[in-house]
């Protein structure tokens, strides 16, 4: 039986600025189990980032709760915010990113952020070939995307617009 890696119930951020509050994620619940590929899809500026953030321990969220293998984290401190992110966690923003961070510590949790974004089409294979590859062998990935040809590539799809998380169904290449 697989477990429980991440859980985020009802979790919510907002910033606040001399125009008022922006809310970046409106409860959000979603629950990553090892071995997971899931995909999130919206448009830019729908939390998407935020969300990524926040489950990779660096950003806090203003609301919710926020489970890590069966812990609590809503109330870690900075450092051990920063610890787990070291061990646990593995980033990649742009394709340039953390692929080799990666490859090479193969971190439980791989959070992808628009990995694609900036490389060339023919490119672009390759990389979410590797993330295939990576989640085949049971790497958990949770990766962002405007392109709904990348999201085809997740195994549970999510859509997110302006800070809210629906289930869409599951992805068509597996």
């Known amino acids: 039986m697989r477990k ?7 979790l919510s951020r907002v910033y606040v600025s ?18 997971d590929y899931a995909v999130v899809l919206g448009p830019a500026g729908a939390g998407k980032s935020t969300l990524l953030r926040i489950l990779g321990f660096r950003e806090r969220a203003t609301g919710g709760d926020l489970f890590y293998m069966g812990r609590l984290a809503n109330s870690l401190t900075d450092f051990e915010m920063a610890r787990l992110r070291e061990s646990e966690i593995g980033f ?6 953390g692929i080799d961070r990666v490859l090479t510590c193969r971190p439980p949790l791989l959070l992808a952020d628009e990995p694609i974004r ?46 809210v998380l629906r289930p ?6 597996y």
């Open 4 to 10: 429980v890696l991440i859980q985020a119930r009802r």
């Open 18 to 35: 001399d125009q008022g509050a922006v809310h970046g994620l409106r409860d959000v619940n979603l629950t990553l189990m090892a071995g």
């Open 92 to 97: 990649i923003a742009g394709a340039a990113g």
């Open 118 to 163: 900036e490389l060339a089409r023919p490119e672009s294979p390759a990389v979410l070939s590797l993330l295939q590859r990576l989640n085949a062998d049971g790497q958990t990935i949770l990766l962002t995307t405007e392109d709904p040809e990348v999201a085809a590539f997740g195994k549970r799809l999510y859509r997110m617009c302006d800070g």
């Open 168 to 173: 869409i169904g599951c992805g068509s290449r």
